[in-house]
Each structure stands twice: as structure tokens, then as C-alpha cells.
């Protein structure tokens, strides 16, 4: 499975923006899909992940309500739409797939995208 993510960019605090995270390999639609990010000086942190079936979703605390992950089985893409942006949601976004549940821990992740940055202004 390849994975590259895409859609980051500078926003002003309050603003939105989609993150895209295309697949290509057929059993993509069989792994759980995560967001992480890592802001500067920081370790990766979960974001949020979709389970296979699309049925399951978790979130970490500090964005539940303002992000949402979905998935398009017919494009092999994942989405994060994040609203309400804040200074510090600033950070690298990669999506990470491989797994079959809903883990929010790093090492459950066997293939990595690239990463997108995202940067909220105040």
C-alpha cells in the first residue's frame, strides 16, 4: 500500500481546510485508515482513524467536534476535514494505514504517507 497525503496548507485561525490521503493497492479497502501529526520539537501524536468497513471512527480528545474523518471507497481515498482551526493544530499530517482496528499508537501502522503541512495563523 502507497499512501499520499495531500490538501495541507496556511490558514488563518477559525478557517478549514480537507486533507486527502489516496491509496493505491487493492487491499486498501481492507486496513483501517489513521490521521497523525507531528508539530516541531514534538513526537507524533494521533488525530483521528476510520476503521475498514468505514462503520468505526476515533478521535483524540483535542479535536473531537471540529475534525471528521471520512473515506470514498471508489476513489481509495481518506479524507480529514478540519474546521474551527487553531495555532496550535499546526504540525505535519500523515496518514498511515495497515491495521484493522480503531489504534490510536504509532507502532499499529505498518505503511506511511509523506505528510502535509498544515499552519494556522493567529
Known amino acids: 500500500v502507497q499512501l499520499q497525503a495531500s490538501g495541507g496548507g496556511l490558514v488563518q485561525a477559525g478557517g478549514s481546510l480537507r486533507l486527502s490521503c489516496a491509496a493505491s493497492?487493492?487491499?486498501?479497502?481492507?486496513?483501517?485508515v489513521g490521521w497523525f501529526r507531528q508539530a516541531p520539537g514534538k513526537g507524533r501524536e494521533f488525530v483521528a482513524v476510520?476503521?475498514?468497513?468505514?462503520?468505526?471512527?476515533n478521535y483524540a480528545d483535542s479535536v473531537k467536534g471540529r475534525f471528521t474523518i471520512s473515506r470514498d471507497y471508489a476513489k481509495n481515498t481518506v479524507y480529514l476535514q478540519v474546521n474551527s482551526l487553531k495555532p496550535e493544530d499546526t504540525a505535519v499530517y500523515y496518514c498511515?494505514?495497515?491495521?484493522?482496528?480503531?489504534?490510536?499508537?504509532?507502532?499499529?501502522?505498518?505503511?506511511w504517507g509523506q505528510g502535509t503541512q498544515v499552519t494556522v495563523s493567529s
Open positions: 498511515a494505514s495497515g491495521t484493522w482496528g480503531t489504534s490510536p499508537e504509532v507502532t499499529s501502522y505498518a505503511y
Open positions: 493497492g487493492r487491499t486498501f479497502s481492507s486496513y483501517s
Open positions: 476510520i476503521s475498514w468497513s468505514g462503520g468505526r471512527t
